[in-house]
């Protein structure tokens, strides 16, 4: 079973970056896809990154784009999500999730297994 382990959240200023971190244990890491979600208070959860699991396939958020970068080290079996140009739109409870093979997808319901989130706090 997958355990995943979000860190690298906190409290910046608009235009500030931030690197998120979520690392997996319990599995063979290099056999699953990899996605970021964040949810807003009153909002639904959505779709902010996603990383096949070879790394060589990516898929952002229209509003992400251009701005965050996800990432992937099999070696560390640890996804990452640098986050540069932050906005205050950008605060939200940011999740990992995980998806055994197949292509990065923006659907949550394609996860199988998800972190507990790092909150991400941008201030105008």
């Known amino acids: 079973q997958v355990q995943l382990v979000e860190s690298g959240g906190g409290v910046v200023q608009a235009g500030a970056s931030l690197r998120l971190s979520c690392a997996a244990a319990?599995?063979?890491?290099?056999?699953?896809?990899m996605g970021w979600f964040r949810q807003a208070p009153g909002k639904e959860r959505e779709f902010v990154a996603a990383i096949r699991w070879s790394g060589g396939m990516t898929n952002y958020a229209d509003s992400v784009k251009g701005r965050f970068t996800i990432s992937r080290d099999n070696a560390k079996s640890t996804v990452y999500l640098q986050m540069n140009s932050l906005k205050p739109e950008d605060t939200a409870v940011y999740y990992c999730a995980a998806k055994k093979y197949g292509s990065p997808s923006s659907a949550k319901s394609a996860y199988d297994a998800w972190g507990q989130g790092t909150q991400v706090t941008v201030s105008s």
């Open positions: 319990g599995v063979t890491f290099s056999s699953y896809g």
